[in-house]
T-cell receptor, first 113, second 115 residues
Framework: GDSVTQMEGPVTLSEEAFLTINCTYTATGYPSLFWYVQYPGEGLQLLLKATKADDKGSNKGFEATYRKETTSFHLEKGSVQVSDSAVYFCALRGNQAGTALIFGKGTTLSVSS | GAVVSQHPSRVICKSGTSVKIECRSLDFQATTMFWYRQFPKQSLMLMATSNEGSKATYEQGVEKDKFLINHASLTLSTLTVTSAHPEDSSFYIC???????????FGDGTRLSIL
């Protein structure tokens, strides 16, 4: 079945450092890909998405490009802030109607000043 | 933006109690709602998918008699954990979507603790 694999954390960075969180997927067909963020004590929020190959999703300085050839959707940010500390989930959704999101295990990011 | 309200946010109860969790879409009609369970430091595991007016589709390994799901309207789905035991303690999260081409919007989750 479909699955998502993302790098294990925690990832610990200093403020203004470059961030990469790797995500690869296995799926049949052409899924949509997502990054969700969960801040401490809160629910999940959609960070960005891409629905087809070579699409780039971006939001709040974060970017991820849908790479079909490498089945990847790595999350990047050029300069992280303390407020970016959270758990980041990579997810995919198949293109059949009513399909649920399938999540990776999540990567905890901790940014210090 | 689309808002999903989940209630209660936290429940602590004795073993053997049945607990109902509500998930409401406040400003849109959710044809499909999803229920997830999240163990500490782990990912969200899909429990079931519910479509308004029809029976929920449960994932393999999820006991349908244990986790009763009702999706009676386009804005409300409920998850009832029947005769809860300590091993049912977890973080339960719902999400709602208007259709497969739209993002899922998540509730803030319910932390269930069974003593």
């Amino acid at each position: 079945g479909d699955s998502v694999t993302q790098m294990e954390g925690p990832v610990t960075l200093s403020e203004e450092a470059f961030l990469t969180i790797n995500c690869t997927y296995t799926a049949t067909g052409y899924p949509s890909l997502f990054w969700y963020v969960q801040y401490p004590g809160e629910g999940l929020q959609l960070l960005l998405k891409a629905t087809k190959a070579d699409d780039k999703g971006s939001n709040k300085g974060f970017e991820a490009t849908y790479r079909k050839e490498t089945t990847s959707f790595h999350l990047e940010k050029g300069s992280v802030q303390v407020s970016d500390s959270a758990v980041y989930f990579c997810a995919l959704r198949g293109n059949q109607a009513g399909t649920a999101l399938i999540f990776g295990k999540g990567t905890t990011l901790s940014v210090s000043s | 933006g689309a808002v999903v309200s989940q209630h209660p946010s936290r429940v602590i109860c004795k073993s053997g109690t049945s607990v109902k969790i509500e998930c409401r879409s406040l400003d849109f009609q959710a044809t499909t709602m999803f229920w997830y369970r999240q163990f500490p430091k782990q990912s969200l595991m899909l429990m079931a998918t519910s479509n308004e007016g029809s029976k929920a589709t449960y994932e393999q390994g999820v006991e349908k008699d244990k986790f009763l799901i009702n999706h009676a309207s386009l804005t409300l789905s409920t998850l009832t954990v029947t005769s809860a035991h300590p091993e049912d303690s977890s973080f339960y999260i719902c999400s709602a979507s208007t259709d497969s081409n739209q993002p899922q919007h998540f509730g803030d989750g319910t932390r269930l603790s069974i003593l």
